[in-house]
């Protein structure tokens, strides 16, 4: 990721977070465009997310690795 996210809200450097789910690992899915294997399914590409939060509001944002 590219440079420290910074909070919208209070403009402080988010910090490293974890995501615990029962299923494995978080991904976000992208649409399909094309004539490929994927696109067959209907996914362009799955790509891992991390999330950061801030320390002074709590605000959690979700970052798609690329």
Do not use: H, N, S, W
Not at 4 to 20: G, N, W
Request: glycine share 10%; proline share 6%; with cysteine.
């Amino acid at each position: 990721m590219a440079g420290d996210p910074r909070c919208p809200d209070c403009d402080v450097a988010l910090e490293d977070a974890e995501l615990f789910t029962g299923q494995g690992e978080l991904r976000v899915r992208t649409e399909a465009d094309g004539d490929d294997v994927l696109a067959a399914v209907g996914l362009k590409e799955a790509l891992d997310v991390t999330p950061r939060r801030c320390p002074d509001c709590g605000l959690v944002r979700f970052y798609a690795i690329e």
